[in-house]
């Protein structure tokens, strides 16, 4: 600023060279304070200068002074352009967050040593022992400095660097510097300092899993805000709550950002479970440019939070007990409980789903729990009903294209019970964290196809039961059913064995991988990413992803299979009955003599069954021709892809249901017509 | 000439210096002069032209911190209205006269160096010795007075701008304002800040320690975040006496802190003042210590400091010992469960005696009902069941009452049970007196349902049966739809009965009987006791949205008109019967007296009797099938409302009174999808 001294400048025009001297040291002393002179007089700088420019300060020197001083005042004067330039953008800065805040209050204090080596210069002048030469050699060294400094400021003000960058800024200053060590050295007292309230934040997060973050700084940004003190429901917390802000992330942690959102989320994790968390060492976080001290802390606090939420979801809430129960239960673990189910929720599942009574459901399951050996499961009461609004297909190609909306509306007409049926699994936090409605979803969906499978299984033994009368018949009669039971039995084959591919092939293995990963898991997040590994791999191999439609087909098969349970037992009322009669008839043929009337009507009857069997007959075949033609297709689709793709296990499948290549000759004739087609 | 010169420069410059370091301590000298309007220091004119440009810049920047200097001195100046208030308010002030006592020191060391100097220079000058003139060294000029000033200006800046903040404000909300200028980032700064708030905080922690340990409130300016009621007494102390002042609460605290703290307090409160207790947290001394030492952790973002530690133990032990006190000596559970008993009609012997033995009281209007008959009746009950062998104690509290009976009200309506309550007891439980009040209307009125049906409609029925088998033919109509219909009403009853004992209060009361057991503090009991009876109120329809409450009552109106339309109904067909016999006595009489015959007149009498009886019956059939009618809308309705519940407990029970779907047939209102 300008002040107007009163008293006139002393006249330099015919005065000795000393005295010249002295009065333009004295003047640039002040100069060097940001105080304005006599003789050396600030110009206006340039508005139009733009980037750095905007930051230096032009002096000129009076003409009446010696060349030869003038020049050498010449050499100084950039140290008072850096020095106002350095003032200027603390000034700006004021209000800019933490690390301004501390990297000013840094500079403040490097400006204080600045200007006790101005006050010994001072000292010196007042002794009469400095001349402009020896001032010069006095001052270098600090000018160079500050040339960088103000250098690394100004640039960092006009991007108008705040927080984290402004640390990634003066990191990558001071990479720079790497030659110049004194510049280097003040650069990297500046950066120390300057990251000392970052790393503060910092350290509480990693030791406590609290931001304090006024000035929106961090890394780690909370997007619940208030909400803390309530549990979390929904599973998105893990994803959600807590995410990194890319852009405020120093260059130095960039590397282990992710690590450091993870330690915050765990230690959160922990303190919502209600434990306290008390880290065991002190820790003592501080950046040093130089070193990587920091990473080690981090590392640390990291492992720590890792072992400790490990142990808190794996010893103190049984995480595996808690999979393994809802394996039990989703994956069909537990033979005797699925059937007993099974057997008490028929009738109601068979209904429509709108008449189904949920409730009815729920009572029925908690009988079931509580009869079956599942009683002696602790997580049993986790399981519920749920009835969805939608079937398997539906679902999955919901979750595949979100864009086929029309789904929704086309279907909600003509869903049995069966069909929209699946179990939920409700955990509680900190559980939930792992089994979140994601991964239940998924569970569900295997669950679902698994489930509708052992349906049509059951329903096929039920006519196989009931077939079993038939053995009572006479030869003659019992040969109109075999091609009726012929595909049965193929039907029966292809299901189970699509099951046993499923459950035996597919989801053991899988889960016996998984269980021995856990066995060695370090982190929750490991944790997380397997588990989620196990479920793709057993949608995938269980061919629930949209990519193959081969989820359609085997649910085509399976409504084939019951259409075909259905026929057979309408129709086995009346045969039975006709057979049945025409026993007694046989019977009493025995019994009597063979009269020609009874032998007519005798075969009369004979000839109305056949009549029926005939229509009979048709019909099994159409049955016979589509499914055969629907598993022809289906084991081609598996061919073909196993072809592209051969770490699948699909083909396991097609040698499973198609063992003795009963099935070969037609799938060839079909690649035939396709490619002569 | 030159040596004069030289010594006439000197002196001008000391005397700028010598301005200066006045300046610093806000006092006006030669060059400077204050700013009338904004305080600020300026260049005194007169004395302007004796400087250079520089040197008066110089003069004008150092005096900066004088400026400063004026205005802290002006916050910690109590008489000038700028300050903060209250005993924080006063910490803070002694805070700034210290800071400013340290600041003068400083300037008095520097004026020290400046006279010493000064001395050197004199006698030097005395001795004529003109070397002085080229050795001069340490002296004070205004480049090292830069040098000087800017960590004290900075100090002086923040320590001005924290009590600006601060100005007219008191307690919480004073240590409120100045954490805001925690975590500016700032070294100097944020020592400032830490420091203020620390010495703010101490009066604080001092009436923090003095609640949580002693239970007084200290407060002569209301600055503490928790405050006392002077107007409510001892028997409401535990849920009003004290509260949260929410504005003078610090931003620091959290809710949760702020409620720990309360308890604690009322807790010592309560166990002086109601329990007559003394000697109450054990390690006390240490605990205080600690608790006023540690002033500065109240604050911190991490509430993990041995300030909180030892806040949590306080707290943790007090309420312990008032559990122990309550469920110890006072026996609280033991009150809770004798109130879930005879309240709540848990003890089924001793319902059903006490209203064998209060049957005719009953019966009666209720204003000829009086309350010393009653009890005597209840001691018998109390007496002759298994609650004999319950605590004496629990038993005293149990009383039966009479309320003003309006007109029209029987003894059912006006007899009720009470649990009176005592002592610390009574301070605990007060509140939720009124819900069981509430609570014990609708089982009183479930049980008397229950008693109408079997007591009254069963028995008469199965008693009249036998006495009525001649009129079979002529009744049998009546008496067949009385029979489906007593049925029907009884499944309900008892349904309703099971739900409402067993699946409602039963369930609960074992849940709360875990809660109660893993509790830790008195607070937990009461909040699980609270939500119990808000769990039941919901569960006896009581207060519910729906219009469940008024189809029940509807429900039990027809029953009541049920058991009037049925005794009625009997008496007419024994009146009957009665005419029958006496007719056929008279026939017998008559034959016995060999005249065979009744009269015309007579035998016509009869017959009428006989039709107006087929009349009354046929008129009592059409009755009967109204009340039915009017029974089946309302329990429609129930039902109805049952289904439409989102509650699964609900719609179970719905489906359980209707169990074979009887009623869904006949109403298609309520086979709507559930799904």
């Not at chain 1, 022809?632 to 040698?655: E, G, M, P, W, Y």
């Not at chain 2, 007419?572 to 009665?578: D, G, N, P, T, Y």
Request: charged share 25%; with cysteine; hydrophobic share 40%.
């Amino acid at each position: 600023y300008k002040v107007e001294g009163g008293k006139p400048a002393p006249d330099l025009i015919g005065i000795p060279i000393e005295t010249q001297q002295r009065e333009l040291i004295t003047e640039l002393i002040y100069c060097l304070m940001g105080v304005r002179g006599d003789f050396i007089v600030p110009l206006e700088s340039d508005p139009k200068a733009d980037g750095i420019g905007k930051y230096e300060t032009h002096f000129s020197v009076d003409k009446n002074v010696d060349k030869s001083l003038a020049e050498l005042a010449l050499e100084i004067l950039p140290l008072a352009s850096h020095y106002i330039g350095i003032q200027r953008i603390v000034s700006a800065t004021q209000e800019h967050g933490q690390v301004c805040s501390a990297l000013n209050s840094a500079l403040e204090e490097l400006t204080r040593d600045y200007y006790v080596l101005l006050a010994q210069i001072e000292q010196e002048h007042l002794k009469d022992h400095l001349t402009m030469q020896k001032m010069l050699y006095y001052l270098r060294p600090t000018i160079l400095v500050m040339e960088e400094i103000w250098a690394s400021l100004t640039e960092m003000h006009i991007e108008n660097y705040t927080g984290a960058a402004v640390l990634t800024h003066l990191c990558a200053c001071i990479k720079r510097l790497e030659g110049d060590k004194p510049s280097q050295e003040a650069l990297i007292s500046l950066t120390k300092k300057a990251s000392v309230p970052y790393m503060r934040v910092l350290q509480r997060w990693i030791q406590k899993g609290i931001i304090v973050d006024r000035h929106q700084e961090f890394l780690v940004e909370d997007n619940e805000g208030i909400r803390c003190d309530e549990l979390p429901e929904l599973a998105d917390y893990w994803e959600k709550r807590y995410s990194v802000r890319r852009d405020r992330i120093p260059s130095f942690l960039e590397k282990y950002s992710d690590k450091i959102l993870r330690t915050g989320k765990y230690l959160n994790v922990i303190r919502q479970c209600g434990k306290r968390v008390m880290p065991t060492q002190e820790m003592n976080l501080q950046f040093d440019p130089t070193n990587e001290q920091h990473v080690f802390v981090i590392n640390d606090a990291y492992y720590f939070a890792a072992r400790m939420l490990l142990d808190v979801l794996l010893t103190e809430n049984d995480l595996m007990g808690h999979l393994q129960s809802v394996k039990r239960y989703l994956l069909l673990n537990q033979g005797d409980f699925i059937m007993q189910f099974m057997d008490a929720c028929e009738d109601e599942l068979a209904k429509n789903v709108d008449l189904v009574l949920p409730m009815t459901l729920e009572n029925l399951l908690g009988l079931t729990l509580r009869l079956s050996s599942a009683r002696n499961d602790p997580y049993k009461d986790d399981l519920h009903c749920e009835l969805l609004t939608y079937d398997l297909v539906t679902q999955m190609s919901k979750i595949m294209n979100k864009k086929e909306e029309y789904w929704q509306d086309k279907v909600r007409l003509d869903l049995s019970g069966l069909e929209c049926f699946a179990f939920r699994y409700d955990v509680k936090w900190p559980v939930s964290l792992v089994l979140n409605h994601i991964a239940i979803s998924k569970y569900q969906m295997i669950f679902r196809q698994l489930f509708y499978c052992k349906h049509v299984e059951r329903q096929l033994c039920k006519i196989w039961k009931e077939n079993a009368i038939t053995k009572k018949f006479s030869p003659h009669a019992a040969e109109l059913y075999r091609s009726a039971f012929t595909l049965r039995q193929r039907m029966m084959n292809a299901i189970q064995n699509l099951e046993y591919y499923m459950m035996i092939e597919i989801i053991e293995p899988n889960w016996h991988i998984f269980i021995e990963k856990m066995k060695k898991v370090e982190n929750v997040d490991n944790v997380l990413s397997l588990h989620q590994d196990f479920l793709d791999l057993c949608l995938k191999n269980c061919m629930l992803t949209e990519s193959s439609h081969l989820n359609r087909a085997i649910f085509k098969l399976c409504k084939i299979c019951l259409g075909f349970c259905e026929f057979i037992q309408r129709s086995q009322r009346f045969f039975l009955d006709a057979e049945l009669k025409s026993m007694v008839c046989d019977s009493n043929d025995e019994n009597t003599d063979n009269s020609d009337s009874e032998d007519c009507s005798n075969r009369q009857q004979c000839e109305s069954s056949l009549d029926q069997a005939d229509t009979f007959g048709e019909r099994v075949k159409r049955f016979d021709l589509e499914f055969t033609g629907l598993l022809i297709s289906f084991l081609k689709q598996i061919n073909d892809l196993a072809k592209d793709n051969t770490t699948d296990r699909f083909l396991n499948l097609v040698h499973r249901i198609n063992f003795n290549s009963f099935y070969s000759d037609q799938i060839e004739k079909l690649c035939v017509k396709k490619a002569m087609g | 000439m030159e040596v004069l010169k030289k010594q006439k420069d000197f002196e001008a410059e000391h005397d700028l210096a010598q301005n200066a370091v006045f300046a610093f301590i806000g006092i006006q000298g030669r060059y400077l002069k204050k700013d009338v309007i904004s305080g600020r220091f300026k260049l005194n004119p007169l004395h302007q032209k004796a400087l250079t440009a520089s040197q008066s810049s110089m003069l004008l920047r150092l005096a900066e911190l004088g400026y400063y200097y004026d205005r802290v001195v002006q916050f910690a100046n109590t008489a000038t209205g700028y300050n903060a208030m209250g005993c924080m308010g006063q910490s803070l002030i002694s805070k700034l006269n210290d800071e400013l006592t340290l600041f003068h020191g400083k300037v008095a060391r520097l004026q020290d160096e400046m006279n010493q100097f000064r001395a050197v220079q004199m006698r030097d000058y005395i001795s004529r010795d003109k070397t002085w003139l080229n050795r001069r060294r340490d002296d004070i000029t205004l480049v090292r007075l830069m040098g000087w000033y800017g960590v004290h200006l900075k100090r002086m800046q923040w320590l001005s701008k924290i009590a600006d903040a601060c100005q007219m404000r008191k307690g919480g909300e004073l240590a409120s304002v100045v954490y805001d200028f925690l975590g500016h980032g700032g070294d100097e700064v944020d020592v400032v800040a830490v420091e203020v708030l620390a010495a703010i905080c101490k009066p604080l922690v001092r009436m923090i320690s003095n609640w949580m340990l002693e239970g007084n409130i200290d407060d002569t300016y209301g600055e503490f975040f928790v405050e006392s009621l002077p107007e409510v007494g001892a028997d409401r102390l535990w849920h009003d006496k004290f509260r949260l002042r929410h504005n003078m609460l610090p931003k620091f605290f959290s809710l949760d802190i702020a409620d720990k703290i309360l308890k604690t307090g009322k807790s010592i409160n309560f166990l002086r003042e109601i329990c007559e207790m003394q000697e109450l947290v054990k390690g006390r001394e240490k605990l205080k210590e600690i608790m006023e030492n540690n002033a500065a952790d109240i604050f911190s973002y991490a509430q993990d400091t041995r300030w909180h530690a030892a806040m949590e133990t306080c707290y943790q032990q007090t309420s312990k010992h008032v559990l122990d006190m309550m469920v110890g000596p006072h026996k609280l559970l033991d009150h809770l469960h004798g109130m879930r008993r005879y309240l709540l009609l848990g003890q089924g012997d001793f319902v059903g005696i006490l209203i064998e033995n209060m049957k005719e009281e009953l019966e009666k209007k209720g204003s000829e009902i009086y309350s010393h008959d009653l009890s005597a009746m209840l001691d018998a009950a109390l007496r002759c069941t298994n609650a004999q062998y319950d605590d004496p104690e629990v038993l005293n509290h149990l009383d039966i009452v009479v309320k003003t009976p309006y007109p029209g009200d029987c003894g059912w309506d006006v007899i009720s049970l009470q649990y009176t309550v005592q002592g610390p007891l009574a301070t605990m439980l007060e509140p939720t007196m009124s819900t069981y009040k509430i609570l014990f209307k609708p089982l009183w009125r479930m049980k008397h349902m229950e008693f109408l049906l079997s007591m009254k409609i069963w028995k008469e029925q199965m008693g009249n049966a036998k006495a009525l088998r001649s009129m079979k033919g002529e009744i049998a109509k009546a008496s067949y739809g009385l029979h489906l219909f007593t049925s029907e009403i009884m499944h309900f009853v008892h349904q309703m009965q099971y739900y409402v004992l067993f699946e409602v209060i039963e369930c609960n009361w074992v849940d709360l009987q875990k809660q109660m057991q893993k509790a830790t503090a008195l607070d937990d009991i009461l909040d699980a006791h609270e939500k119990f009876l808000r769990t039941i109120t919901v569960g006896c329809f009581i207060k519910t949205m729906t219009d469940m409450e008024r189809n029940l009552e509807m429900v039990y109106g027809n029953i009541i008109s049920l058991e009037n339309w049925q005794s009625h109904f009997y008496e007419e067909c024994f009146k009957e019967l009665h005419a029958r016999e006496v007719h056929a006595k008279r026939i017998a009489d008559s034959e016995r007296a060999g005249r065979f015959g009744v009269t015309a007149e007579q035998q016509m009498d009869r017959d009428q009797g006989y039709k107006n009886f087929q009349q009354k019956v046929n008129s009592a059939c059409r009755n009967l099938e109204t009340i039915a009618s009017s029974y089946e809308k309302a329990v429609r309705g129930f039902l109805l409302a049952l289904n439409s519940s989102n509650d699964p407990n609900l719609q179970l029970f719905g489906t359980r009174l209707d169990f074979n779907e009887y009623y869904k047939k006949r109403d298609t209102s309520l086979s709507v999808p559930l799904t």
